[in-house]
Protein backbone atom coordinates (compact mmCIF):
# COMPACT_ATOMS: atom_id res chain seq x y z
CA UNK A 1 0.00 0.00 0.00
CA UNK A 2 1.17 3.76 -1.01
CA UNK A 3 1.57 5.70 2.49
CA UNK A 4 3.98 8.35 0.70
CA UNK A 5 3.15 10.79 -1.78
CA UNK A 6 3.84 14.33 -3.72
CA UNK A 7 2.86 17.16 -1.93
CA UNK A 8 -0.33 19.16 -3.47
CA UNK A 9 2.09 22.04 -4.25
CA UNK A 10 4.44 19.32 -6.67
CA UNK A 11 1.46 18.22 -8.22
CA UNK A 12 -0.10 21.24 -9.02
CA UNK A 13 3.67 22.37 -9.98
CA UNK A 14 3.77 19.14 -12.34
CA UNK A 15 0.33 19.45 -13.93
CA UNK A 16 1.28 23.48 -15.41
CA UNK A 17 4.68 21.72 -16.30
CA UNK A 18 6.69 23.98 -14.43
CA UNK A 19 8.85 20.96 -12.36
CA UNK A 20 12.61 19.52 -13.86
CA UNK A 21 12.31 16.91 -16.04
CA UNK A 22 14.15 14.08 -13.44
CA UNK A 23 10.79 15.52 -10.95
CA UNK A 24 8.22 15.27 -14.21
CA UNK A 25 9.63 11.88 -14.65
CA UNK A 26 9.40 11.35 -10.87
CA UNK A 27 5.96 12.35 -10.46
CA UNK A 28 4.31 10.68 -13.86
CA UNK A 29 5.78 7.55 -12.21
CA UNK A 30 4.38 8.04 -8.93
CA UNK A 31 0.98 8.73 -10.57
CA UNK A 32 1.28 5.09 -12.52
CA UNK A 33 1.56 3.17 -9.50
CA UNK A 34 -0.93 5.45 -7.43
CA UNK A 35 -4.77 5.90 -8.47
CA UNK A 36 -5.13 8.69 -5.32
CA UNK A 37 -2.65 10.71 -6.89
CA UNK A 38 -4.02 10.11 -10.69
CA UNK A 39 -7.49 11.30 -9.61
CA UNK A 40 -5.29 14.05 -8.38
CA UNK A 41 -3.79 15.04 -11.56
CA UNK A 42 -6.70 14.76 -13.09
CA UNK A 43 -9.11 17.04 -10.86
CA UNK A 44 -6.03 19.60 -11.33
CA UNK A 45 -5.87 19.29 -15.12
CA UNK A 46 -9.83 19.80 -15.46
CA UNK A 47 -9.45 22.59 -13.25
CA UNK A 48 -6.79 24.35 -15.11
CA UNK A 49 -8.20 23.74 -18.67
CA UNK A 50 -11.59 25.31 -16.98
CA UNK A 51 -9.38 28.60 -15.99
CA UNK A 52 -8.24 28.82 -19.87
CA UNK A 53 -11.68 28.62 -21.44
CA UNK A 54 -12.82 31.16 -18.73
CA UNK A 55 -10.00 33.23 -19.75
CA UNK A 56 -10.69 32.78 -23.69
CA UNK A 57 -14.53 33.25 -22.70
CA UNK A 58 -13.50 36.75 -20.77
CA UNK A 59 -11.34 37.56 -24.19
CA UNK A 60 -14.38 37.59 -26.54
CA UNK A 61 -16.69 39.25 -24.36
CA UNK A 62 -14.11 41.76 -24.36
CA UNK A 63 -13.65 42.23 -28.16
CA UNK A 64 -17.82 42.38 -28.37
CA UNK A 65 -18.17 39.11 -29.45
CA UNK A 66 -16.51 39.80 -32.56
CA UNK A 67 -16.64 36.23 -34.05
CA UNK A 68 -16.72 35.83 -37.85
CA UNK A 69 -18.62 33.00 -39.63
CA UNK A 70 -15.37 31.97 -41.11
CA UNK A 71 -14.09 31.40 -37.74
CA UNK A 72 -17.28 29.26 -36.59
CA UNK A 73 -16.95 26.96 -39.69
CA UNK A 74 -13.31 26.72 -38.73
CA UNK A 75 -14.12 25.47 -35.43
CA UNK A 76 -17.22 23.52 -36.39
CA UNK A 77 -14.32 21.42 -38.88
CA UNK A 78 -11.85 21.25 -35.96
CA UNK A 79 -14.81 19.45 -33.94
CA UNK A 80 -16.07 17.34 -36.91
CA UNK A 81 -12.33 16.21 -36.76
CA UNK A 82 -11.76 15.59 -33.22
CA UNK A 83 -15.51 13.48 -33.10
CA UNK A 84 -14.24 11.23 -36.06
CA UNK A 85 -13.42 7.83 -34.49
CA UNK A 86 -11.22 7.28 -37.86
CA UNK A 87 -9.02 9.92 -37.29
CA UNK A 88 -7.75 8.39 -33.87
CA UNK A 89 -4.68 6.51 -33.77
CA UNK A 90 -4.00 4.83 -30.66
CA UNK A 91 -0.20 4.33 -30.19
CA UNK A 92 1.14 1.65 -27.70
CA UNK A 93 4.04 3.07 -25.40
CA UNK A 94 6.70 0.57 -25.69
CA UNK A 95 8.24 -0.20 -21.84
CA UNK A 96 10.99 -1.37 -21.38
CA UNK A 97 12.92 -3.79 -18.47
CA UNK A 98 16.12 -3.66 -16.18
CA UNK A 99 17.69 -6.71 -14.95
CA UNK A 100 18.60 -6.50 -11.50
CA UNK A 101 20.61 -7.92 -8.70
CA UNK A 102 17.33 -9.75 -7.53
CA UNK A 103 15.08 -10.18 -10.34
CA UNK A 104 13.90 -8.30 -13.74
CA UNK A 105 11.73 -5.58 -13.57
CA UNK A 106 9.49 -3.46 -15.68
CA UNK A 107 10.35 0.44 -15.67
CA UNK A 108 7.16 2.64 -15.72
CA UNK A 109 6.50 4.61 -19.29
CA UNK A 110 7.52 7.34 -17.25
CA UNK A 111 11.05 5.85 -17.32
CA UNK A 112 11.18 3.96 -21.09
CA UNK A 113 12.17 6.51 -23.16
CA UNK A 114 14.57 8.03 -21.37
CA UNK A 115 18.69 6.86 -21.99
CA UNK A 116 20.51 5.21 -19.33
CA UNK A 117 23.98 5.24 -18.84
CA UNK A 118 25.97 1.95 -17.66
CA UNK A 119 25.62 0.80 -14.56
CA UNK A 120 28.23 1.24 -11.76
CA UNK A 121 28.37 -0.52 -8.60
CA UNK A 122 29.91 0.25 -5.06
CA UNK A 123 29.12 -1.60 -2.16
CA UNK A 124 25.42 -2.73 -2.08
CA UNK A 125 23.88 -0.55 -4.64
CA UNK A 126 24.35 -0.39 -8.42
CA UNK A 127 23.32 2.71 -9.80
CA UNK A 128 22.58 3.76 -13.81
CA UNK A 129 22.26 7.64 -14.09
CA UNK A 130 19.44 9.05 -16.30
CA UNK A 131 21.00 11.07 -19.36
CA UNK A 132 19.42 14.01 -18.30
CA UNK A 133 21.67 17.51 -18.27
CA UNK A 134 20.07 19.27 -15.41
CA UNK A 135 23.08 20.10 -13.28
CA UNK A 136 23.14 20.31 -10.30
CA UNK A 137 20.61 18.13 -10.38
CA UNK A 138 20.73 14.75 -10.58
CA UNK A 139 18.32 11.56 -10.99
CA UNK A 140 19.52 8.00 -11.12
CA UNK A 141 17.75 4.37 -11.14
CA UNK A 142 19.31 2.51 -8.08
CA UNK A 143 19.73 -1.25 -7.70
CA UNK A 144 19.96 -2.34 -3.86
CA UNK A 145 20.58 -6.19 -3.53
CA UNK A 146 19.44 -8.23 -1.16
CA UNK A 147 20.04 -7.59 1.82
CA UNK A 148 21.64 -4.17 1.26
CA UNK A 149 22.29 -1.15 3.76
CA UNK A 150 22.67 2.11 2.56
CA UNK A 151 25.44 3.73 4.96
CA UNK A 152 23.64 6.05 7.51
CA UNK A 153 23.92 9.53 5.60
CA UNK A 154 21.99 12.96 5.50
CA UNK A 155 21.84 15.58 2.55
CA UNK A 156 23.35 18.64 1.97
CA UNK A 157 20.23 19.23 -0.72
CA UNK A 158 17.16 17.39 -1.31
CA UNK A 159 16.95 14.13 -1.87
CA UNK A 160 13.77 12.59 -3.82
CA UNK A 161 13.08 8.97 -3.86
CA UNK A 162 10.45 6.67 -5.45
CA UNK A 163 10.26 3.42 -4.65
CA UNK A 164 9.55 1.32 -8.04
CA UNK A 165 9.77 -2.51 -6.75
CA UNK A 166 10.58 -4.26 -3.96
CA UNK A 167 10.90 -2.66 -0.49
CA UNK A 168 13.42 -1.21 2.10
CA UNK A 169 12.95 0.53 5.47
CA UNK A 170 14.56 2.49 7.84
CA UNK A 171 14.48 4.57 11.15
CA UNK A 172 11.69 6.32 10.27
CA UNK A 173 9.24 3.59 8.69
CA UNK A 174 8.53 0.90 5.98
CA UNK A 175 8.33 1.71 2.25
CA UNK A 176 6.71 -0.12 -0.46
CA UNK A 177 6.53 0.10 -3.99
CA UNK A 178 4.88 3.49 -5.31
CA UNK A 179 6.25 5.33 -2.11
CA UNK A 180 7.52 8.92 -2.94
CA UNK A 181 9.90 10.34 -0.41
CA UNK A 182 11.26 13.47 0.06
CA UNK A 183 13.66 14.63 2.37
CA UNK A 184 16.17 17.16 2.96
CA UNK A 185 19.83 17.73 5.44
CA UNK A 186 17.01 17.88 8.18
CA UNK A 187 16.64 13.78 8.12
CA UNK A 188 19.31 10.94 8.82
CA UNK A 189 18.82 7.67 7.77
CA UNK A 190 20.26 3.80 6.52
CA UNK A 191 18.00 2.03 4.15
CA UNK A 192 18.14 -1.16 3.77
CA UNK A 193 15.95 -4.35 2.42
CA UNK A 194 15.89 -7.87 2.54
CA UNK A 195 14.76 -9.10 -0.63
CA UNK A 196 16.35 -6.03 -2.96
CA UNK A 197 14.76 -3.20 -4.23
CA UNK A 198 14.92 -0.69 -7.20
CA UNK A 199 14.65 3.24 -6.58
CA UNK A 200 14.84 6.25 -9.08
CA UNK A 201 16.53 9.06 -7.17
CA UNK A 202 16.66 12.70 -7.93
CA UNK A 203 18.83 15.21 -5.77
CA UNK A 204 20.37 18.06 -6.12
CA UNK A 205 23.29 17.95 -4.07
CA UNK A 206 25.76 15.26 -2.38
CA UNK A 207 24.99 13.17 0.62
CA UNK A 208 27.16 13.37 3.50
CA UNK A 209 27.70 10.23 5.33
CA UNK A 210 27.99 9.84 9.31
CA UNK A 211 29.73 7.31 10.64
CA UNK A 212 32.16 4.20 9.40
CA UNK A 213 34.44 3.93 6.42
CA UNK A 214 31.93 5.54 4.31
CA UNK A 215 32.60 9.06 5.67
CA UNK A 216 35.91 8.81 3.62
CA UNK A 217 33.92 9.21 0.59
CA UNK A 218 32.16 12.94 2.05
CA UNK A 219 35.52 14.88 0.67
CA UNK A 220 34.30 13.56 -2.98
CA UNK A 221 30.81 13.36 -2.38
CA UNK A 222 30.18 15.70 -5.04
CA UNK A 223 31.27 13.39 -7.74
CA UNK A 224 29.40 10.62 -5.97
CA UNK A 225 25.90 11.82 -5.78
Not at 98 to 123: E, H, I, M
Request: proline share 4%.
Amino acid sequence: MITHHPSDELLTAFTQGELTASLSIAVAAHNELCPVCQEKVEKLNAQHAQMLFDTDNETIDDAGNDIQESELNWMSMIDDITDDDSQSVLVPIDTKSVQLSYDNVQLPRALSNVSLKKWSKLGDVSRARLELEEEPIRSSLLDISPGGVVPLHTHKGFELTLLLDGSFEDDMGSYHAGDFIWLDKSHSHSPRTTDGCLCYAVLDDAMEFKEGFSKLFNPIGSYLY
